[in-house]
């Protein structure tokens, strides 16, 4: 079975503090995705990036980066110089490559809040 | 504007009831998927449907059920509600069978009195 572990339940930081989110995953496919989303205060899920199995290049985008190590079996996010606008709860997540189920398994979430 | 879009928006209503959550998908995806937030078990897959057929069921209760209509919209219906039942739902589309990128809705949040 799937499954995603994401052991920081809160994180609260200063603005422009570096944060990173740690997600550890399972899973017994030899292909799959992996994902993060920003939940905001609002409510609505938002996506941020997918990243399949087989490539394991680091990603940058703007203040975010992602580490994808397989051999640890985690996908950390990381924010740079996080800003108040940052503050939500962030979930990630695993899907298996296909067959007939292409649910996403998510984690639990971690708040981040960042204080001003 | 993730271009999936939920209504209502927030729906209350007592227990025992039935309702009717609508979702329309972007322009061009065919897969739906709905999601079940809670407190308690987190997010939760419940079903998905692709170009109107059911493609793969989750932890979705006997009391549930969803269909996607030939405009590619699709509705889950949840009856005899339990307090138990309060809870964000969302839709999310893609445009193949599977989760090329999943976009999700804003969600409904309801709320069993």
């Known amino acids: 079975a799937q499954k995603v572990t994401q ?6 930081v200063v603005e422009k503090e570096d944060v990173t989110l740690d997600c550890v995953y399972e ?21 941020l990036i997918r990243r399949n199995s087989f490539d394991e290049q680091n990603e940058i985008s703007g203040r975010y980066s992602w580490n994808f190590q397989k051999s640890t079996s985690s996908f950390n996010f990381t924010i740079t110089a996080s800003q108040v606008v940052d503050s939500a709860v962030y979930f990630c997540a695993l899907s298996d ?16 809040t960042v204080n001003p | 504007d993730s271009g999936v879009t ?4 927030h729906l209350i209503t007592a227990t025992g009831q039935r309702v009717t959550l609508r979702c329309s998908p972007r322009s061009g995806d065919l897969s739906v998927y709905w999601y079940q937030q809670s407190l308690d078990q987190g997010l939760q897959f ?15 209760l006997e009391r549930f059920s969803a269909q996607q209509f030939p405009d590619l919209h699709s509705e889950l219906n949840l009856s005899s509600l339990e307090l138990g039942d309060s809870a964000l ?25």
């Open chain 1, 97 to 112: 490559s296909g067959g007939s189920n292409y649910k996403l398994t998510f984690g639990k979430g971690t708040l981040l």
């Open chain 1, 7 to 12: 052991a920081q339940t809160e994180i609260s």
């Open chain 1, 27 to 47: 899973t017994r496919d030899t292909t799959y995705y992996l994902f993060w989303y920003k939940q905001p205060p609002s409510g609505e899920l938002v996506f």
């Open chain 2, 6 to 9: 939920q209504t209502p928006k």
């Open chain 2, 89 to 113: 739902y969302f839709c999310a589309s893609s445009v193949g069978r599977g989760l090329s990128e999943a976009f999700f809705g804003q969600g409904t949040r309801l709320t069993v009195v």
């Open chain 2, 46 to 60: 419940l079903i998905q449907y692709y170009n109107g057929e059911e493609r793969a069921k989750g932890n979705i």
